[in-house]
């Protein structure tokens, strides 16, 4: 599976961004996603999480509320909407895929490449 991240950008506090990942293989329909963020000097951290059904999803603390996480399997692509953005969410925003909900870096079988959500004040 090979995922495309896109969508981020520049945005000020208390607006919106809608970020797709796009995976190529007919396979993709069979592995849980996830959305992984890491800010400079951090570790990278989990985001969102949803089985290959789409019917369960997962949240970090920090973001609960304001991010959903959704999928679409026949356009092989899954979505993070966030809403409600802060500074503190400014980091590169990575989409992965596993055989399980991958809420920790060691679950994840395929990363994407990554795209940068900055948040201005």
């Known amino acids: 599976v090979q995922l495309q991240a896109s969508g981020g950008g520049l945005v000020q506090a208390g607006g919106s961004l809608r970020l797709s990942c796009a995976a190529s293989g007919r396979t993709f329909r069979i592995y849980a996603m996830g959305w992984f963020r890491q800010a400079p000097g951090k570790e990278r951290e989990f985001v969102a999480g949803?089985?290959?059904?789409?019917?369960?999803?997962y949240y970090a603390d920090s973001v609960k509320g304001r991010f959903t996480i959704s999928r679409d399997n026949a356009k092989n692509t899954v979505y993070l909407q966030m809403n409600g953005l802060r500074p503190e969410d400014t980091a590169v925003y990575y989409c992965?895929?596993?055989?399980?909900?991958?809420?920790?870096?060691?679950?994840?079988?395929?990363w994407g490449q990554g795209t940068l959500v900055t948040v201005s004040s």
């Open positions: 949803i089985n290959w059904s789409g019917g369960t999803t």
């Open positions: 992965a895929a596993g055989r399980q909900v991958p809420r920790e870096t060691s679950g994840v079988d395929y």
